[in-house]
């Protein structure tokens, strides 16, 4: 098979694209015939890192058909997340960290992590649902509890999960607020839904969105470090979740204005079999929803695809054809 290889850590010229020797999985494990996968974000913090056995090939999401039954399915890319709801187990990984990934005409995954790929979806778009859609939608739902008719603020619209949140929130009948840092992109964010938005790079964009929304109940975070001014434009008993830290590892919260408020902050990381179940599930039950899907681009041209992540100039998902 083919497959993008990681040789080395650092910058996109280190992966390769080149043949491998088909997947030989282990009992109670499947292979799936990839017709597209995609690229998240975290594939650039294993590609930087250094935390991974090498050679490895990269990936967790990924769509195909599973070549022993001939199912299409969409892949799930937590690998061994366990029985308990609350948080994963100790073995917990993604799948493309210390297990070959996506990024290649064939991948091998435990059976319980293939699902039916979603009638109305395109490969393309099934591929790009699974790690961005599952973080969303445990975010959203499974830990912020998002409810109908409730307001939530999705911090920079523009990535692969927050246009996820943008839909499944509106899915559950929320209303939805953006912050981003231009203003082609709060367009492009209304038209995926969004009520309204600020831009972050304004100093006052707090204010602004209070004044949009009178308060929020739930602020969607990956940024981290806006903590402070995040949990200003909550209203009493407000929730904010966060399940990244591309702003920073730090934050400066106000002691007496979180507990006077009556605010939760709440830490979340990827999802279960249990959430992913619940992903399709909404997402089948509305079948003009589709994600967002930035480009396409060959296997071969796996390198600079990495390279536009890392531009951070797209808005939605790139996914590359396996086939």
């Given at each position: 098979?083919?497959a993008?290889?990681?040789r080395?850590?650092?910058?996109?010229e280190?992966?390769?694209?080149?043949?491998?020797?088909?997947?030989?999985?282990p009992?109670?494990?499947v292979?799936?015939e990839?017709?597209?996968?995609?690229?998240?974000?975290?594939?650039?913090?294993v590609?930087e890192r250094g935390?991974?056995p090498?050679?490895r090939?990269?990936?967790?999401d990924?769509?195909?058909?599973?070549r022993?039954t001939g199912?299409e399915?969409?892949i799930?890319?937590s690998?061994?997340?366990?029985?308990d709801?609350?948080?994963?187990?100790?073995?917990f990984?993604?799948l493309?960290d210390?297990t070959?990934?996506?990024?290649a005409e064939?991948?091998?995954?435990?059976?319980?992590?293939?699902?039916?790929?979603?009638?109305?979806?395109s490969?393309e778009?099934?591929?790009?649902?699974?790690?961005?859609?599952?973080?969303?939608?445990r975010a959203l739902f499974s830990?912020?509890?998002?409810?109908?008719?409730?307001?939530?603020?999705?911090?920079?619209?523009g990535?692969?999960v927050s246009?996820m949140?943008?839909g499944l929130?509106?899915?559950a009948?929320?209303r939805v607020?953006?912050?981003?840092s231009?203003?082609?992109?709060?367009?492009?964010?209304?038209?995926?839904?969004?009520?309204?938005?600020?831009?972050?790079?304004?100093?006052?964009w707090?204010?602004q969105i209070?004044?949009?929304?009178?308060?929020?109940?739930?602020?969607f975070?990956?940024i981290?470090?806006t903590?402070?001014?995040a949990?200003?434009?909550?209203?009493?008993g407000?929730?904010?979740?966060?399940?990244?830290?591309?702003?920073?590892?730090?934050?400066t919260v106000a002691?007496?204005?979180?507990?006077f408020?009556?605010?939760?902050?709440l830490?979340?990381?990827?999802?279960?079999p249990?959430?992913f179940a619940?992903?399709?599930?909404?997402v089948?039950?509305?079948p003009?929803w589709r994600?967002?899907?930035?480009s396409?681009t060959?296997?071969d041209?796996?390198?600079?695809?990495?390279?536009?992540?890392?531009?951070?100039?797209h808005?939605?998902?790139?996914?590359i054809?396996?086939?």
């Amino acid at each position: 098979m083919r497959a993008a290889v990681l040789r080395g850590f650092g910058g996109p010229e280190n992966i390769e694209v080149c043949e491998r020797s088909d997947p030989d999985p282990p009992p109670g494990w499947v292979v799936v015939e990839l017709h597209a996968a995609a690229l998240n974000w975290h594939d650039v913090l294993v590609r930087e890192r250094g935390q991974i056995p090498l050679p490895r090939i990269l990936g967790a999401d990924g769509a195909g058909v599973r070549r022993d039954t001939g199912e299409e399915v969409v892949i799930l890319p937590s690998l061994h997340w366990g029985d308990d709801e609350r948080f994963p187990a100790a073995d917990f990984e993604i799948l493309g960290d210390f297990t070959d990934g996506t990024y290649a005409e064939l991948v091998a995954v435990p059976e319980q992590n293939v699902f039916p790929r979603p009638a109305h979806l395109s490969w393309e778009e099934a591929a790009a649902l699974p790690l961005a859609g599952l973080t969303a939608y445990r975010a959203l739902f499974s830990r912020g509890g998002l409810e109908a008719g409730e307001t939530v603020l999705v911090l920079g619209a523009g990535s692969g999960v927050s246009t996820m949140a943008i839909g499944l929130a509106r899915m559950a009948g929320a209303r939805v607020l953006v912050t981003s840092s231009s203003q082609e992109k709060l367009d492009r964010a209304a038209e995926l839904g969004a009520d309204g938005g600020a831009l972050y790079t304004e100093d006052d964009w707090p204010e602004q969105i209070r004044q949009l929304s009178g308060g929020v109940d739930l602020v969607f975070d990956s940024i981290g470090s806006t903590w402070g001014d995040a949990l200003t434009v909550l209203k009493g008993g407000g929730r904010l979740v966060n399940f990244g830290a591309t702003g920073g590892d730090t934050a400066t919260v106000a002691v007496r204005p979180f507990y006077f408020g009556q605010y939760t902050i709440l830490g979340t990381t990827m999802g279960s079999p249990r959430d992913f179940a619940g992903l399709l599930r909404l997402v089948g039950d509305h079948p003009s929803w589709r994600p967002v899907v930035h480009s396409v681009t060959p296997l071969d041209d796996t390198p600079a695809a990495h390279a536009q992540l890392e531009r951070r100039e797209h808005f939605g998902k790139l996914v590359i054809a396996t086939r």
